[in-house]
């Protein structure tokens, strides 16, 4: 029987090789991690690729550059909810590679949880815009006529994504949701053993209708001529291992061509046992159950999983009995479809050889095996039973520099936090160490010993341990990577791992041009004021809208009577002799918050209309004190105008300028409010 060839899609339809293309280069069969049965056969012989790179930056770049980051932001949760109604379909799927169902929970639910979170980040950090700016205006000039500012515009190129073989849909959607954002189209390229179940997660996005035109294409099979094709302006993440990684960053187009280059690759992760957290202690209890839990999900197949579970030498015995306790009692080894079974297979019988290899690297370089073992290489099966190694001298070469990339854990010792910290850093650099101790003074040493170190430290205790997401968990709104042999790259972190696909430029010129580059008004710049401001609905609305009030004297009076009606009795606004002893006061002053108050009155348009509400202040400053006499103005102006997709209101953030008789400065801040769209407030 020929099993069908595994689809890729590209400029924007699915294609399969030719019968000749697949004569010259045969496809490679993908099996059932499980069963060994043939799921699919994989192959990209024939591929245009260079087209398919065109595509995204030709039409990719277009549709997705058309779309502000909130319209990018809603699409990414309209898709997250589009693979949640369809996510049995992705779960009967992942079976096949070996995944249980919490393996699956992890792969499908965590990779749509991302494109949640990062939905609502680009929606609430980032402008409804298609610029980002990046910190505060820098004057340039005395006169405030030349000014400059940082921005961040997207990338012109491509991002290609290569990905492991161990996560097919959360490794796709980490990827994706940050790239997305930017503004960026995306060509995935998924590991052959699960390509069958990561193609399907793209069909249900490609199905729902709401992928703008070349913003995401799947390549099934190889992809190495990608740097053939790449050219500045490209991004080109990668998911393996750190050898390839290497490889492909000394590549021409990597080195001299201007193509960025990420890799997040494998990482001998640690977990430290505090000396304070010996058997029978919170911290203890949690440290085994996180070290066993990191073996056995995913059949211990995470980049993020403990490799070292660094332990003081007093306690190693006991982490050891309470390890095999747990696996004996806890862990059952089997086809993930049959009921009770909490460890699958690894992903392939390629996969299960390569681990016991590694596995015999380990005891060749001085570990013993204490729990599991005595597999062979080779066969059809790919499960591997949990196998715990202990060294005896924890200055191995073996333990520091090898992973066997499934279930397996070594303990090593250590006699002081000093000695733990030199080999948690041994590792070369880390996705992340965990450290489960009660005692401040041991963690606060530690992390700060460790964190150059690592992309995350994780610290756990009896406090933390019920809601701790777990040692080997990425969070989106968290960075995942980590420096040295873990790869160096950043991937998630919030909307920083967005700016990773973008330029960030420096800008210069005249308030006029920075407020027709960024679209926020700049002081300088041209204003309006035909209308009163808060007459007008987002739709009337204009960068630059002004109102300038008349002035208003503040009077002793005022100032006295809002102390005593605050209770604010601050010796400045009370005391005459106090105040004028204050080297930043002349005398009794008016409460800054009495000025920010009378600039409300001054410049509010107080009747039912658009502006619906105050949302808040920002930036706030208080420059030049105020004394009983002075007379105060505002001048408010419309700096940024932010409509929200899916409500029938927007913000406005106003620039509001509060000034004395001598036109010196008392007060700048910036005013929120919401505002309705149409001219008709929102019932």
Not at 118 to 146: C, H, M, T
Not at 181 to 202: D, Q, R
Not at 576 to 593: D, I, K, L, Q, W
Not at 626 to 633: A, Y
């Amino acid at each position: 029987m020929t099993h069908p060839i595994l689809p890729s899609f590209v400029q924007g339809a699915w294609w399969q090789p030719s019968d000749a293309d697949l004569s010259a280069h045969p496809a490679a069969e993908v099996r059932d991690a499980v069963t060994g049965e043939i799921v699919t056969r994989v192959s990209s012989a024939g591929l245009d690729l260079a087209g398919a790179m065109a595509y995204a930056r030709d039409t990719g770049q277009a549709s997705l550059g058309a779309l502000t980051f909130h319209q990018r932001a809603v699409i990414l949760k309209q898709l997250a909810l589009a693979l949640t109604e369809r996510k049995a379909e992705l779960y009967e799927l992942s079976t096949r590679t070996g995944a249980t169902k919490t393996d699956s929970w992890v792969d499908i639910d965590g990779g749509i949880g991302v494109l949640f979170t990062y939905s609502g980040k680009g929606r609430r950090e980032l402008p409804n815009a298609r610029v980002q700016i990046d910190g505060p205006v820098e004057p340039l000039s005395k006169d405030g006529s030349f000014l400059g500012r940082h921005i961040r515009t997207t990338l012109p190129g491509v991002a290609v994504q290569i990905n492991a073989f161990n996560f097919p849909v959360w490794g796709a959607l980490e990827k994706l949701a940050p790239t997305f954002l930017a503004g960026m189209p995306t060509i995935i390229k998924p590991a052959t053993p699960g390509a069958y179940l990561t193609e399907h997660m793209v069909r249900i996005m490609l199905e729902s209708g709401l992928l703008p035109e070349g913003s995401v294409q799947l390549v099934s099979g190889s992809i190495r001529e990608v740097f053939e094709h790449a050219q500045l302006g490209d991004v080109v993440a990668f998911t393996g291992s750190a050898s390839t990684a290497e490889s492909l960053r000394r590549h021409p187009a990597v080195q001299t061509g201007g193509v960025i280059f990420g890799a997040e690759t494998d990482s001998i992760n640690a977990s430290v046992l505090g000396p304070d957290a010996v058997a029978g202690t919170p911290e203890f209890d949690g440290y085994v159950r996180q070290l066993v839990s990191e073996m056995t999900t995913k059949a211990g197949q995470k980049c993020t999983a403990i490799r070292r579970a660094i332990v003081p030498a007093t306690s190693a015995d006991a982490v050891a009995e309470a390890v095999a306790e747990r696996i004996a009692t806890k862990v059952v080894v089997g086809d993930p479809r049959a009921e009770g079974t909490t460890m699958g297979s690894l992903a392939s019988a390629e996969q299960r050889t390569e681990v016991l290899r590694q596995v015999q690297r380990l005891v060749d370089g001085g570990g013993r095996i204490v729990l599991g073992g005595g597999q062979e290489p080779g066969g059809e099966s790919a499960f591997v039973d949990p196998i715990l190694l202990r060294f005896d001298d924890p200055q191995a070469e073996r333990v520091h520099d090898t992973e066997a990339f499934g279930p397996v854990s070594s303990i090593i010792t250590y006699e002081s936090p000093a000695e733990a910290a030199a080999l948690v850093v041994r590792g070369g650099g880390s996705l992340v160490t965990s450290v489960a101790s009660a005692d401040p003074e041991f963690v606060a040493q530690l992390t700060r010993r460790i964190a150059s170190s690592n992309g995350r430290v994780l610290t756990l205790d009896r406090t933390s341990a019920r809601a701790s997401t777990g040692h080997g968990s990425p969070l989106p709104n968290l960075v995942h990577g980590g420096p040295g042999r873990a790869g160096g790259s950043e991937e998630l972190g919030g909307v920083r791992s967005v700016f990773h696909y973008m330029q960030r430029t420096a800008i210069q010129g005249s308030p006029e041009m920075l407020t027709a580059i960024t679209g926020v008004w700049h002081a300088g710049a041209t204003t309006r004021d035909d209308v009163h401001p808060f007459r007008k609905s987002l739709q009337e609305l204009r960068i630059g809208d002004q109102v300038i009030s008349e002035p208003r004297e503040v009077t002793l009076e005022d100032i006295s009577h809002f102390a005593e009606f605050t209770g604010d009795t601050f010796y400045a606004h009370v005391d005459e002799e106090a105040a004028a002893a204050n080297p930043f006061f002349p005398g009794r002053v008016a409460h800054g918050y009495l000025l920010l108050s009378f600039a409300a009155g001054l410049f509010v348009s107080p009747e039912p209309g658009p502006v619906l509400a105050n949302y808040g202040l920002e930036s706030l400053r208080f420059i030049t004190p105020v004394s009983p006499g002075d007379r105060v103005r505002v001048a408010l102006t419309a700096k940024q105008i932010v409509p929200r997709e899916t409500d029938e209101y927007g913000e406005v953030h106003w620039d509001a300028v509060l000034t004395n008789q001598n036109e010196e400065i008392v007060a700048t801040y910036d005013v929120l409010t919401l505002v309705s769209k149409t001219p008709e407030p929102a019932a």
